[in-house]
Structures are given as C-alpha cells and as structure tokens.
C-alpha cells in the first residue's frame, strides 16, 4: 500500500469527470486499499480518486467513530433522493483548512459495486449521505466551493493558491 498526493483547489485536474470502471481487478483492488490509506492519513472521511489524480468513477468513505468500517463505491449511482434537504457545514481533503455550508439531500439510494466487483444497493442518511453525495461531485469533477457565492469561492481560491505558493518554497 502507498500513501498517494491529493490534488489541492483550484487544481485543474479536480474537474475531469471520472471514467467508469470497466472491471474490479487487482490494479482497481490496489487502488482502493491506497485510497483507504491516504484517506485514513489525512483524518478524512471520504476520498474520491479524482482527488489523486485517477479519474475513475472510485469512492472510498468510512464515517465511523472508530475508523473501522470502511465502505467502497465503484462505479456509483444516486437511484433515489428525498425530497428534503439541509445545510451541511463541509470540508474537503482537497481544500484543508476551510468549511462552509452547501445544501445536500437529506437521504439518498446509491447503487455501486464494491472492491470484490459485487453490485449492491444502499440507504444512506445524515452524514453518510453527505459523504456519498460530495465524493460523487469529485467524480463530476465538481468541488464542494463551486456551491458558495462567487465571491467565497474566489476569496478560497486566493488563499489556497497563497498557500501552496509558500509550501514551495
């Protein structure tokens, strides 16, 4: 297993829309467990391989208190929405540092195939359905800012790029 680079707003690669899978085998297996890895490493509870710049449609989340209980989605797909919603206050793996509210369905229906490249279908609610609905965005190749103001969105922009200005030096 490796721990993998994970892209940072505004980089251009976190707007390719993920490919689907054409079959879980080995390489898409190894993905995954680095993936977890990376995941894990940075104290987050979803990543999305647009993240680390592989652009298939490859999802891992784990929103468990104990950090045990890990979930793969390849090839997801909502099936079902409610029709409420909410505010959620989000942060991002690609955007450390920064949080802010962005309206998400309270519950959703996600079919996908797991790492053995068995089908299933799941319901998700509260924060799991947060997750699943803000990690399928990273497949869209949509960042959670591109919901706030543009204002907001281009204040971020500023900052990250200030801060990745000074991690290179």
Known sequence: MALLP????????????????????TRIQALVQDMLETMYEAKGIGLAATQIDVHERVIVIDVSEERDQPLVLINPEITWKSATTHLNEEGCLSVPGIYDGVERFDEV?????????????????????????????????????????PLKRNRIKTKMLKAQREDAR
């Open 6 to 25: 994970i892209l940072c707003y505004p980089h251009p690669n976190l707007h390719k829309i993920a490919k689907p899978v054409a079959s879980v085998d």
């Open 109 to 149: 229906h996600v079919k996908a195939l797991n790492e053995k490249g068995e089908s299933r279908t799941m319901e998700t609610k509260e924060l799991l359905a947060v997750c699943v609905q803000h990690e399928m965005d990273h497949l869209m190749g949509k960042v959670f800012v591109e919901y706030l103001s």
